[in-house]
């Protein structure tokens, strides 16, 4: 952790850690083998992409994985919030006026947000890994950010 803690745009954390024993012809243990995982997570491709490639030598990169960032995601959704609810209007309004009801009122929404990202597979990974030393090529993708809304409305007839 201290060889990827300096970095003040890339940000460092642990993952899981695991150590298991090694037995030998014998059955006794031999050696042991562990296995730890360092996050980097960073908006800056180039300083993170330098950051792997400092430790590549002794830390194998396993697993890539990009993502929209929570600020630009909570962005992207509240734009795409204001477009969900239009068209829930316009189509209660449109079905209200198909069935030949006065008016609607909105009895309860529903409210989604998924994403999903693009994560190499790790095969992958392992056999066009770069050589120690040399800049992991990093580039950023797309990732697709959906918002859904279901609801339900009460109908009102012109009669009171």
Known sequence: MHDVKGDPKVKASSGNFRV???????????NWHGRGEIFLESTDLAAASALAAKVSDRMP????????????????????????????????????????????TIRNIELDGVATHYQPAPRMMAMSAPKAGAATPLEGG???????????IFLHSAQK
């Open 142 to 152: 797309t990732e697709t950010v959906t918002v859904s809304m279901r609801g339900s």
């Open 61 to 104: 990169i396993a697993n890539l994985a990009f993502s929209v960032s929570p600020k630009a995601r909570a962005k992207q959704q509240q734009l795409m919030l204001a477009q969900a609810a239009h068209a829930f209007r316009e189509r209660a309004k449109a079905l209200t006026e198909a069935l030949g009801f006065a008016s609607y």
């Open 20 to 30: 298991w024993p090694v037995n030998n012809e014998h059955g006794k243990i031999s």
